[in-house]
């Protein structure tokens, strides 16, 4: 398995943006695809974006689409997830993960998450 270390949360008015990063462990980072995923206070985890291995196809949950872009560097084993024009519904913790394919069951190992906090 590969591990995973977020970073870049924070709290932000609401329009405003923030950049999330995640660092991966192991030589076979580009070999996963990666994605990202958020939980909100009370609410189930809910996909968020994803980026197959050569970053050539993204995959984006409707509520962020246009506003979020996923991003990643396989020669820094990094995926990044820049969120722009953010709204107080994007407040949650925001997790990265390393799976197989884009299927959302596919996605087996997960960071400790990053809060965002969006404020209105």
């Not at 991003?71 to 820049?82: E, I």
């Amino acid at each position: 398995q590969v591990q995973l270390v977020e970073s870049g949360g924070g709290l932000v008015q609401a329009g405003g943006s923030l950049r999330l990063s995640c660092a991966a462990s192991g030589r076979t980072f580009s070999s996963y695809a990666m994605g990202w995923f958020r939980q909100a206070a009370g609410k189930e985890r809910e996909f968020v974006a994803a980026v197959i291995r050569s970053a050539g196809v993204t995959s984006y949950a409707g509520s962020v689409k246009g506003r979020f872009t996923i991003s990643r560097d396989n020669a820094k084993n990094m995926v990044f997830l820049q969120m722009n024009s953010l709204r107080p519904e994007d407040t949650a913790l925001y997790y990265c993960a390393a799976g197989t394919s884009l299927s959302i069951s596919d996605f087996t190992s997960w960071g400790q998450g990053t809060q965002v906090t969006v404020s209105s």
